[in-house]
């Protein structure tokens, strides 16, 4: 995908190294970080320099090759199996660079699966893209390899020229909606508008949404999905109004051996990503404030669980899911 008219991956592999864009840093600077072994990539899975199921996955694939590398399978994978633990992508990535003869070359098989399932995903979700599309997080192609999985669709839209307009949650409390599902768009040049969390009912009533496409962290055998934190109330609303609502994902994030949502671990994360903000200030300067009062203290969820019953269809990169064909098609 574009940045400034430059083409580049998320996540990618260069002489020993792990690249990333450094996502924390985003929208106000663009910045790549290097990360020279398996520990170093763990901890920017951690801290979210790099973040989104399927660039996790990718940059856990990395890392895991990175470990295995320096000959130390046993630490790596239980280093990066403890980073993030909602993903499903992240541990399938470990799983398989681990059981592989080469695995440079099964991490870099990874990742390019990933973008060729996204892409697909994108062309499969245009079919069912409307003019006017709510989403929720980042779930473009800052949070995979390349193209994106709720946002494939939308690009996939755009680049025929027909109208899209995207409606972005901001989705507090690390506002990934707000910072970089607004600045992915912006350079790839797509109409849209920030709105704050609590203000897509009141779009959904108004009529001005056709359709909600969101991204997926794990998909559980009986349909069940979690992603972030706000997904659960906008499937929700869209249920009251009648509005579709879609989950794209890569086949790597349903887990057939979790049976459903319940059995789905939820990360929690620090409080402060509530209890604080950054931002660019006036005098052009980065900066961090307290948006609460002093002595208060906050619940941080990273995700949560949709059911089933709110999903319109899955878009994979085998085609439009419904429920009852999801576990069957993921295993064909
Ligand atoms: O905590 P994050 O930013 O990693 O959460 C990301 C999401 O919830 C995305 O919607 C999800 O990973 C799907 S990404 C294609």
């Known amino acids: 995908m574009l940045v400034k008219g430059k083409h580049y991956r998320t996540v990618w592999w260069e002489r020993g190294s792990v690249k990333l864009i450094e996502q924390n840093a985003l929208p106000f600077e663009f910045k790549i970080a290097t990360c ?33 590398l320096a000959g130390k399978a046993k ?8 980073t993030r633990p909602t993903a499903a992508d992240l541990f399938h990535a470990v799983d398989r660079v681990a059981a592989a003869d080469d695995a440079l070359e099964e991490a870099q098989l990874i990742a390019d699966e990933n973008v060729r399932a996204c892409e697909r995903i994108g062309e499969i979700g245009e079919k069912l893209c409307e ?13 995979c390899v390349d193209w994106g999985t709720a946002l494939a669709p939308v690009y996939a839209r755009h680049r025929k020229g027909k109208r899209v307009f ?7 409390p690390r506002s990934q909606g707000a910072r970089l599902t607004a600045w992915e768009l912006q350079n790839e040049g797509v109409p849209h508008a920030i709105i704050a969390d609590n203000a897509a009912a009141y779009f959904m009533q108004r009529g001005e949404i056709d359709c909600v496409f969101v991204g ?21 609303c869209a249920k009251e109004f009648g509005i579709p609502f879609y989950v794209c994902a890569p086949q790597s994030t349903i887990d057939a051996k ?25 005098d052009g300067r980065i900066g961090r404030v307290r948006v609460c009062a002093p002595l208060s203290h906050a619940k941080n969820p990273a995700f949560d669980v949709t059911p089933a019953k709110l999903v319109t269809a899955y878009v994979t990169e085998r085609g439009v899911l419904r429920r009852g064909n999801l576990i069957r098609a993921a295993h064909k």
């Open 131 to 143: 003019a006017r599309v709510l989403t929720h997080c980042n779930a473009g192609w800052l949070a």
């Open 36 to 68: 020279r072994g398996f520990r170093q990539t763990a901890r920017a899975i951690g801290n979210m320099t790099v973040r989104g199921a399927p660039a996790i996955g990718a940059a856990a694939g990395f890392a895991m090759a990175q470990a295995m």
């Open 75 to 82: 630490e790596g994978t239980g280093l990066i199996k403890a």
């Open 258 to 282: 979790c049976r459903d949502g319940k059995a789905i671990r939820i990360e929690e994360r620090d409080e402060d990503e509530v209890l604080f903000q950054t931002g660019l200030c006036d």
């Open 216 to 236: 997926a962290d794990r998909i559980a055998a009986n349909g069940d999905f979690a992603n972030k934190i706000g997904t659960l109330e906008k499937a929700i």
């Open 166 to 172: 995207v409606y972005a949650d901001e989705t507090r």
